[in-house]
Structure formats: structure tokens, C-alpha cells
């Protein structure tokens, strides 16, 4: 058959380490989380753009080590939190929040006091947030950084095919090739398309081929 047909399959998202692909744009960040027993004072901050793949690799790192997740705005249990290893996720999007803040700040030391590594992600570097509050500010830009690169061509292809792999759904090469060069270079974009290529194969019972993705393109670069 020319095109994978579509079949209501479950999908699982393949977190391992194994499944997390490295390349120019990633290569040295992953290299610097992979180190982690090595991190000064414990802890890392992700620095990169929406949907350079900060949480992916911080939830990778998450899964091997065990660590709690939790958002920058909703550190509500501190001293639980401080018991393992902890990733907070968008550091960034508490900036100006003094009460938010504190909170971090809290988590923080509490977890420097634990001894225990801790994995933070932001879409900006520290120095670059506008912090209300000067001690997180100081020990923020204390933090060592690794920094995502925008999506190249080789990590691009391989999250693609990740993505529909973990659905069930194996790409020919030729609608491959169709996709890659109209495809928005983020992990957002990827899981979106992904995500609405298999929910509407399903829906209008339509096969994954070349006529599903021009439709699918074309209403992701109409909004």
C-alpha cells in the first residue's frame, strides 16, 4: 500500500534516554544534563525557546533519576519536594511574582540543605529574567546554564518520526520528505501536527499520506 492506513491505537511516549536524540542543536545541553552528578552545587538551568525541547530532556533526566517535576509557580510543598532529586519547569514565567518568588527561592535553599540535584528549565537565562526578588536573582545567575538550540535539520527529522513511531505509525520516506521542509522548526509544532495527522485519519477515516498532511500543513500556517 502507498500510505499508512490509520488504526485507533494507544499512544506512548517513548521517555527513555535511548529515545532522546541528540544532535548539533542539542548535543552540548544534553552532554551538560547527562553530567548531573557533576553539576556545581547540584544544579543546572535549561535555558531555550518554546519548544526547543526543554521539558523533553528535563523529563528524560526526570526518568532516570527519579526526580519530582514541578512548575515554577506551583512549589505549594517545599519540604516534600526537597526529598530527591526535582526539575522546575519555566523559571521564567514567575518573574515579577514576589510571592512565586519566595516560594522558589525556599525551594532552593531547602534543596542545596538536601544536598540533592535539581534540574531547572526557562525559556530565558537567568540574567535575563526581571526577578523582584535579589536573592533568587543572585542565586540563579550562581546556577550553572546549558543552552537548547532551535530544532536543525537532522533533530527535526528524527522527532518527526519519533513522534508517529510512538503512535504506531510508521512514515514512508517519501511523505518524509514532504513533511520536513513545511514543518515549523519547534516540539510543539511537531507534536501538534502529529497529534492532529492521527486524530483526523481517524475521524475522516483517511489514510497518513501526502493529502492529510498538505490539508494539516496548510491549517497550521492559517492560524
Aim: charged fraction near 25%.
Amino acid at each position: 500500500m502507498s500510505e499508512q492506513l490509520a488504526f485507533s491505537l494507544p499512544a506512548k511516549e517513548a521517555l527513555g534516554r535511548e529515545d532522546y536524540f541528540v544532535s548539533g542543536a542539542n548535543a552540548l545541553a544534553v552532554a551538560a544534563v547527562e553530567n548531573w552528578l557533576n553539576w556545581p552545587l547540584n544544579k543546572l538551568v535549561l535555558v531555550g525557546p518554546t519548544g526547543s525541547g526543554k521539558t523533553h530532556l528535563a523529563m528524560v533526566w526526570a526518568h532516570e533519576t527519579g526526580a519530582r517535576v514541578a512548575r515554577a509557580d506551583a512549589l505549594d510543598d517545599p519540604v516534600s519536594l526537597a526529598q530527591g532529586p526535582l526539575v522546575i519547569e519555566d523559571l521564567h514565567l514567575i518573574a515579577g511574582d514576589r510571592a512565586a518568588e519566595t516560594q522558589a527561592f525556599h525551594m532552593h535553599n531547602l534543596m542545596q540543605e538536601a544536598g540533592q540535584p535539581m534540574l531547572v528549565t526557562s525559556a530565558r537565562a537567568p540574567a535575563r529574567i526581571e526577578f523582584a526578588l535579589p536573592d533568587l536573582r543572585s542565586r540563579m545567575e550562581g546556577t550553572s546554564i546549558a543552552t537548547l538550540e532551535a530544532l536543525d535539520d537532522a533533530l527535526l527529522m528524527a522527532l518527526v518520526m519519533k513522534m508517529f513511531s510512538d503512535r504506531q505509525i510508521a512514515l514512508k520516506p517519501d511523505l518524509l520528505n514532504y513533511i520536513l521542509p513545511r514543518l515549523p522548526r519547534s516540539f510543539d509544532a511537531v507534536r501538534g501536527f502529529v497529534e492532529t495527522m492521527d486524530a483526523r485519519a481517524l475521524a475522516e477515516k483517511r489514510p497518513i499520506g501526502k493529502g492529510l498532511a498538505r490539508d494539516v500543513l496548510a491549517e497550521i500556517a492559517g492560524e
